[in-house]
């Protein structure tokens, strides 16, 4: 069955509070049902901003009068500078001067678009709870809008929305229809959105909260006190993957939060690791998360759990895609491995592979290589290989170096692409893990965590990657030290204390 979406702007109510130079100049527009947003800054030219391009709407520059005409047509504006329009989406942010006046105002279209839930309908209606990961724009407030209205119009279940900048619901006391028979609760200013989540369980016995933005650790800590007292979530929060939350300390307990353990001799031998890794602290808040690629297209963690403890210990999560192809019909797949052998299974070899490049970007894998202080023997010609290594688009193809590689039995590796964590992990399959750089890095961080503890003021630690760091800075915050970046890269480094050093 082909998905239907259907929009609905209000539109006409957010061009009546412009000024009428302004107003006429965007009904002369011919595609301003597209409109995103006008853009007003004292002193400078008014903008209408559009999905392919921006357009001065007049030569005339901004004054105190036109941006004194939009904020006296629209509500007052909380402590985040937003304000709204009475019974729409339409969103209104200020930009003040040092004395707090209004200088520049951006007039945000707000679309309600029914349909888009259809993709992850069946996750919600599951009665798991639901956190939707995506970069700014890509529709997530919107998806959460029609999670509230199906959830509590067809399942008939008792939702509360809490809608921290009306974001949800619109502006004004009654909640926009297109949240249907959900409930709303306003937040008064932003700090207080994790009191307001709280509160709606306490007092209104919800059996749903629907909640956009979880960005701090009281919202993730009330966030997990709802989902224990057996209350489904659907929420969002700042990142993009899965990844991203792992290594955010503030976010991370949504996810089941990471720890280090200690393993036994016997047991680090049996997982071929060290003795220090990193594992999920608890249950995730979240047993479902899904990372929203495009309008039309996410990425489904069905088991939070799993996805998390396979990230941890290097593997690939299990996931799937979904998209809507081009006649309306919603498609799914499994996510392709990060990294697959082609033809047969190839372990860690005795001595490092003879690599034969086809299709990969050999500076990415140099820089993984160097990260790991690994030397990579890559030759020329393929007579030389002992392993050809390509990507999934170029060995579909089979153009005429993979035709070559199959005949003279050469063992094909293929990447999904050439991003950085999928060559880091095809490095990891033939090269022993012993003796990494990441490895070594923690190694050196828990020496410095003993020596901090045991009387040293501070150590300084060698410098690392970005990635190396945040192991560090989490290793140190286990610990309930202080830890801290310095110097520019390559030369950056953590310096590990018992107080800040100022």
């Not at 249950?283 to 396979?310: G, L, M, R």
């Not at 050439?418 to 033939?430: D, G, K």
Request: hydrophobic share 40%; glycine share 6%.
């Amino acid at each position: 069955m082909a998905l239907e979406k259907v929009i609905t702007d209000d539109l006409d109510a957010l061009l009546d509070i412009l000024p009428p130079a302004i107003r006429e100049s965007l009904f002369q527009q011919p595609d301003r049902s597209e409109l995103l947003e006008v853009v007003l800054d004292l002193g400078r030219p008014c903008e209408a901003r559009f999905p392919h391009q921006e357009l001065t709407l007049s030569p005339e520059e901004v004054c105190q009068t036109d941006i004194e005409y939009i904020t006296s047509r629209v509500g007052s504006f909380g402590g985040d500078n937003r304000a709204g329009i009475e019974r729409t989406l339409h969103r209104i942010s200020a930009i003040r001067n040092r004395e707090g006046r209004i200088i520049g105002v951006t007039c945000r279209v707000g679309r309600a678009v029914f349909g888009t839930v259809k993709i992850i309908q069946d996750l919600v209606e599951s009665g798991k709870s639901v956190l939707l990961l995506g970069r700014p724009g890509v529709g997530k407030t919107t998806m959460l809008r029609e999670v509230a209205r199906v959830l509590a119009d067809h399942l008939k279940k008792r939702v509360i929305v809490v809608d921290t900048s009306n974001e949800i619901a619109g502006d004004g006391d009654i909640p926009h229809p297109a949240i249907g028979h959900a409930r709303r609760m306003q937040v008064p200013v932003p700090a207080m959105q994790h009191a307001v989540m709280i509160e709606a369980v306490e007092n209104h016995m919800p059996e749903v909260i629907i909640i956009d933005e979880i960005g701090t650790e009281l919202e993730a800590q009330a966030a997990r006190t709802i989902a224990e007292r057996g209350v489904q979530l659907v929420g969002t929060a700042h990142g993009n993957t899965l990844e991203n939350l792992i290594l955010n300390p503030t976010l991370s307990d949504l996810v089941g939060g990471i720890q280090t353990v200690t393993l036994g001799d016997e047991e680090a031998r049996r997982r071929g690791t060290q003795k220090s890794i990193l594992e999920r602290k608890a249950p995730p808040t979240f047993q479902i998360v899904v990372e929203i690629q495009d309008w039309d297209k996410v990425t489904i963690h069905p088991s939070v759990a799993n996805a998390i403890d396979a990230i941890l210990r290097g593997q690939l999560p299990q996931a799937e895609v979904r998209w809507i192809d081009k006649s309306g019909k919603m498609r799914k797949a499994k996510a392709m491995p990060l990294s697959a052998p082609a033809t047969k299974e190839i372990t860690s070899p005795e001595k490092p592979p003879r690599l034969y490049l086809f299709g990969v970007n050999r500076a990415r894998l140099e820089e993984a290589a160097r990260e790991r202080q690994l030397h990579l023997e890559i030759v020329s010609s393929l007579k030389e290989a002992s392993l050809l290594l390509t990507t999934r688009n170029y060995y579909r193809r089979k153009p005429q170096k993979i035709r070559d590689a199959e005949a003279a039995g050469i063992p094909i590796y293929v990447l999904k692409s050439n991003n950085p964590p999928q060559i880091r992990q095809c490095l990891s399959t033939f090269y022993p893990p012993q003796a990494t750089p990441a490895s070594l890095a923690l190694k050196e961080t828990r020496d410095a965590i003993t020596q901090v503890v045991t009387g040293r003021d501070s150590v300084e630690l060698h410098p690392q990657n970005a990635f190396i760091r945040r192991l560090q800075h989490l290793l140190a915050e286990r610990h309930n030290l202080i830890s801290r970046s310095l110097g520019k890269e390559p030369k950056r480094r953590v310096i590990i204390s018992k107080k800040s050093m100022d």
